[in-house]
């Protein structure tokens, strides 16, 4: 009965093998792809420097609009660096909104994988 049962398995393992070693393959470069955008997050920061910026667009990025009373509101502003001109999106407090063309300081912090990260600075 233990050979009837072993000879079976192996009869399906061999036959399924191609699409378990598939799958095997998938689900592992999933892992890593996951694993490496943790990693880039995750790195610590190397140097902070307060940049002057124009308030240049406002959006709603709460995660649902319709229930976004008192349950994570906030905003997205999209700000234009003064130093060179450059565009980039940033969260912002709901408590302290900005208005399109007012002039804001924001901070960018270098990590050590050379990205950059932007936070809006209070006021």
Known sequence: MTRARLAFTLLILRENLRGIITTSLVVGVCILAIGAL???RS???VDVERVPGTVVNVLNASPNPEGAVGD?????YG??????????????DPSAPRAIGSQVLIERQRRVNDTETYRLLRE
Do not use: H, K
């Open 38 to 40: 943790i990693a880039r």
């Open 79 to 92: 700000i234009r660096l003064e130093e060179n001109n450059l565009l980039v999106f940033v969260y912002g």
């Open 72 to 76: 994570g509101f906030r905003y997205l």
């Open 43 to 45: 790195s610590p920061i």
